[in-house]
């Protein structure tokens, strides 16, 4: 069974860092890009990054919003990606998605976006 | 970034009517291997986003055949028949041809 959970939200302080985690099993997670979504309360679904398998060069892509204080890295031998960002602010409130991304074989027998975990919830608050 | 706009924003339907909600994406999304890069997904009330639509048309395992996806380029359809009281819940498409992935507003189908 193919599962994604995510974990490490809390409360924190604007300024403040998060590490997020994002554990897959199931598959073979060396394979895919896992990718970060966001949705703050009430609100609707954004795009935070991913990171690319090793066979795609292993590197990342950032939304605007979070882009020179996010950093997404990928653990493959324990099937665990990261999400590191930095210099909170308020509006980085909401829930955290994880999620897998595929290269163009996988996009095809539509194996994107097909597995979501749970979400991990972030608080930024002073 | 590519703008998807999704329109009704809000949809009340009777059970066993059909619903239609359309997107539109500001830049074509067909790739060069032919698909169109278009995604429809499902949020439930308190649940993760559920994948529907793949590729514009392709229905994911699982996904009941009263869902269908169809159009091409710039202008796309998710078409719901016979809703039932389980489709509730607000609808997202979302392109995946370039980053960053961008999403339509979303649109809530509550049941009349």
């Known amino acids: 069974e193919i599962q994604l959970v995510e974990s490490g939200g809390g409360v924190l302080q604007p300024g403040q860092s998060l590490r997020l985690s994002c554990t897959g099993s199931g598959f073979k997670f060396a394979d895919f890009a896992p990718a970060w979504f966001r949705q703050a309360p009430g ?41 590191q960002l930095d210099s909170l602010k308020i509006e980085d409130s909401g829930k955290y998605f994880c999620t897998r991304d595929g290269g163009a074989e996988a996009t095809i027998k539509g194996e994107d976006h097909d597995f979501w975990g749970q979400g991990t919830l972030v608080t930024v608050s002073s | 970034d590519i703008v998807m706009t999704q329109s009704p924003l809000s949809l009340s339907v009777t059970p066993g009517e059909s619903a239609s909600i359309s997107c539109r994406s500001s830049q074509s999304l067909l790739h060069r291997t032919g698909y169109d890069y278009l ?47 389980e489709d509730v819940g607000v609808y997202y498409c979302m392109q995946s041809l370039e980053n960053p992935r961008t999403f339509g507003q979303g649109t809530k189908v509550e049941i009349k």
């Open chain 1, 43 to 83: 609100k609707g679904l954004e795009w935070v990054g991913f990171i690319r398998s090793a066979a795609y060069g292993g590197t990342s892509d950032y939304g605007a919003s979070v882009r020179g204080r996010a950093t997404i890295s990928r653990d493959d031998s324990r099937n665990i990606a990261y999400l």
């Open chain 2, 39 to 85: 995604d429809w997904f499902l949020q439930k009330p308190g649940q993760s986003p559920q994948l529907l639509i793949y590729l514009g048309s392709n229905r994911a395992p699982g996904v009941p055949d009263r869902f269908s996806g169809s159009g091409s380029g710039t202008d796309f359809t998710l078409k719901i028949s016979r809703v039932e009281a």
